[in-house]
C-alpha cells in the first residue's frame, strides 16, 4: 500500500492510494499525519484507517507526478501545522562501501599509512554488534541531525546549495518515517525513497565538519510505502546533465546489506527521550551504498539526481540548484 500527499493551485490538500497509473483519493483528511491519529484513535490499523476512508475520486498519477497538473506532489509526510515538530535525521556508516568512501576521504594523506579512520572503526564495531539477537541491544551507530521539516523537499523540487557550501551531492537512501503514539512510543508507519543530500567536499576537509555538512535540505517521496519489505531492496542512482546520463550506480540497501539491524538503528534513535514526544514525526535516513561524489563526479547546477528503490514506487528526482549570490554575514546583532 502506497500513499501519497498532494495539494492543489487552490491550495487545498488532500491524501491519495496509489493504484497503478491512478491516485484514488480518500475522504475526510488533508493528511497523512491526520490519518495516523485517526487510527490511533480508533485503535485500527493504518491500512484499515485507507480502506475507510477510500473514496470514488481519482485523478491521473502520470500526470501529477510529471508536474502537468493543476495538483502538484508533497512531501509524502508531514506535521502540516508546525513542520518543527519533524525532526529529520540518519544513521550513517552502515553500508561497506559508505564506510570504504568515509575512509578515502579522511585517510592520512600519507599513502604508507593505513590505519583506519574512527568512521571505519564505527563501521567495524557495526559489523561485530549491530545485529543484536531480538530484544537485546546492539552496537550503537552513527547518528547525525539535518534540520526540521522544513529541510525537506518533494519529488521535482529543488535541492540547494546554499552560498556558503562547498558542494552539493546526491546520498540515495530509504527513510524511515514514524509518528510517536499518546504513550511516547514510536509508531513506524512507513518508509520511503531518500535523496539525503549533504555537501561532501566540506566534510571532505575533516571528518568533524560532517554534522555541518548534513545541514542541507533533502527529499523524501514520491510515495509513502507502508508495507516495504525492506529485506534487500534493489536501486539505482542516476545523475543527468541537460538530459543525458553522466553518472549512474547499481546499489543495494535493505538489512541485508547492512551491518546494522533496522531494531538496533530503531532502538539508539528513539532511547533519547527527546526522540519520544508524543505527536512529534520523524524521519530517518539509513544510510546510502553509493554516491557520486564518492567516484569523483563534481555534481553542477541542474543537474538532475534521480534515486529509485524496487518496491518503492515511481522514482524520486530532484534539480540540483546551486545558489551563486554572496555569503551574508549572520553574526547576531545585540538587541
Known amino acids: 500500500m502506497r500513499l501519497v ?17 491512478t491516485i484514488r483519493l480518500l475522504s475526510g483528511v488533508a493528511s497523512v499525519y491526520d490519518l495516523v491519529q485517526d487510527a490511533l484513535a480508533s485503535g485500527a490499523t493504518l491500512a484499515a484507517a485507507v480502506e475507510r476512508r477510500r473514496s470514488r475520486e481519482s485523478l491521473d498519477y502520470g500526470m501529477t507526478y510529471r508536474g502537468v497538473s493543476e495538483w502538484r506532489l508533497l512531501v509524502p509526510i508531514d506535521y502540516p501545522t508546525e513542520p518543527a515538530r519533524c525532526l529529520v535525521s540518519g544513521t550513517g556508516l552502515t553500508h561497506t562501501q559508505s564506510a570504504k568512501n568515509r575512509q578515502a576521504m579522511h585517510a ?31 552496537a550503537s551507530p552513527e547518528w547525525f541531525y539535518k534540520g526540521s521539516g522544513t529541510v525537506l523537499r518533494a519529488h521535482g523540487e529543488p535541492l540547494v546549495a546554499p552560498p556558503h557550501a562547498e558542494d552539493g551531492g546526491e546520498e540515495p537512501e530509504i527513510a524511515g518515517i514514524y509518528v510517536i503514539d499518546g504513550d511516547g512510543a514510536p509508531r513506524r508507519i512507513g518508509m520511503a525513497q531518500g535523496n539525503e543530500f549533504s555537501d561532501h567536499r566540506f566534510e571532505k576537509r575533516n571528518y568533524l565538519y560532517l554534522a555541518a555538512s548534513k545541514l542541507m535540505t533533502c527529499a523524501i517521496g514520491p510515495e509513502l510505502v507502508l508495507d516495504a519489505d525492506f529485506t534487500a531492496v534493489a536501486g539505482q542512482v542516476t545523475i543527468e546533465r541537460g538530459g543525458r546520463t553522466v553518472w549512474t550506480k547499481t546499489i543495494a540497501t535493505g538489512e541485508a546489506n547492512m551491518c546494522h539491524s533496522l531494531a538496533n538503528m530503531e532502538h539508539h534513535h528513539f532511547k533519547h527521550a527527546a526522540h519520544r514526544r508524543p505527536g512529534d514525526v520523524h524521519v530517518h535516513y539509513f544510510g546510502a551504498d553509493a554516491f557520486s561524489f564518492g567516484e569523483g563526479v563534481t555534481l553542477e547546477d541542474g543537474d538532475v539526481m ?13 534539480p540540483l540548484q546551486v545558489e551563486r549570490t554572496a555569503q551574508r554575514n549572520w553574526a547576531a546583532v545585540r538587541l
Open 5 to 21: 500527499q498532494i495539494a492543489h493551485a487552490s491550495g487545498e490538500r488532500r491524501v491519495g492510494e496509489i493504484e497503478d497509473d
Open 108 to 138: 592520512a594523506t600519507d599513502a604508507a599509512t593505513e590505519a583506519p579512520t574512527d568512521s571505519m572503526r564505527m563501521y567495524q564495531w557495526g559489523v561485530a554488534g549491530g545485529r543484536p539477537a531480538a530484544g537485546e541491544i546492539g
Open 306 to 318: 534521480q534515486v529509485c528503490f524496487a518496491g518503492f514506487g515511481r522514482a524520486l528526482r530532484n
